[in-house]
């Protein structure tokens, strides 16, 4: 009874502790102290799947884009965040789709090169390029990832990707695929899907859920979800303004000496007389010196 009574109690007090985080830890995981672990595990392999409401921070508040936004505002928004950034490098890393925290400071996923096991690491992409398609909601990024696997880093082709608006719960980022030299023989085709659920335009952090997949000499994939964390926010920036350059020191004594200076000035009507003005005051322009 006595026995009964202590697993009972320790079960609730581990349900309490847990939260809906144990949906990914098992009992005797959470016994043993792998917590970290199991989620970070499980939560790399979570299944892609349709965002059912995109989540849009501004002006450090955040809250669903179908309440108050347009597909034209996100998709403004996420070029001006893209423009912003543009040459930099996006961090990516392994993320809790509940809490959008990083778990890892990159992704994983098994594959095979030739018959070795292996596990392949995407911890950072490089913005190379921004095109804007008129007359669409289309936006094609060239982008550089950071692939490594086995401590090994292979030659990878840009890869063209498409950032596709179609309305306020569906933006997607993919690409016809890019290719790795993995192997001595060969080349490999990597292909990503990317669908984005968060976007916070305050701190730049893009968030979804992700679908790789490799095909050739190296295979394998995984699904996920992550963040991109970029440099700048998705605000314009503000224009540098400059003083006015000082006069030189000959040019300001010149313009000080005539100033204030009175003439008699003839000047000569439709008729032919000509008349006097006195107390005219001239201010010529200061004369080039660098002559």
Known sequence: MLKKYIKISLTAGLVILGGCNLRYVSFNDLINGNNNEIVS?????????????????????????????SSQYIYNS??????????????VCQANPSSKTCLENYITLPITVGITPAYMYIDS?????????????????????????????????????????????????????????????????????????????????IGGYYSLGLSGPAYGGGTGY???????????????????????KSAASSAEAYAGTEMQIDIQDESGN??????????????????
């Open 41 to 69: 595990h499980q939560t790399a392999n979570t299944p892609l799947r349709e965002a059912s409401s995109v989540v849009v921070c501004r002006s450090k508040q955040c809250a669903p884009a179908k309440i108050s936004m």
């Open 226 to 248: 992550m963040l991109l964390r970029l440099p700048k926010d998705a605000y314009p920036l503000s224009p540098a303004l400059k003083a006015q350059p000082k006069k030189s």
């Open 125 to 205: 992409v490089k913005i190379t390029d921004v095109i804007v398609n008129k007359g669409s909601n289309t936006l094609n990024l060239i982008l550089n990832y950071n692939v490594t696997y086995n401590g090994q880093t292979p030659d990878c082709t840009p890869s063209q990707s498409i950032l596709y608006v179609r309305n306020v719960n569906h933006i997607l980022l993919e690409d016809p695929g890019y290719n790795c030299k993995m192997t001595t023989l060969g080349t490999t085709n990597i292909k990503t899907v990317f669908i984005i659920d968060y976007v916070d335009l305050d701190y730049g952090f």
């Open 78 to 91: 996420l070029l001006h965040l893209f423009e912003n950034n543009n040459h930099q490098k996006m961090l």
């Open 274 to 291: 000509v008349t006097e003005t006195e107390n005219v005051q001239v201010f010529p322009y200061p004369q080039n010196t660098n002559k």
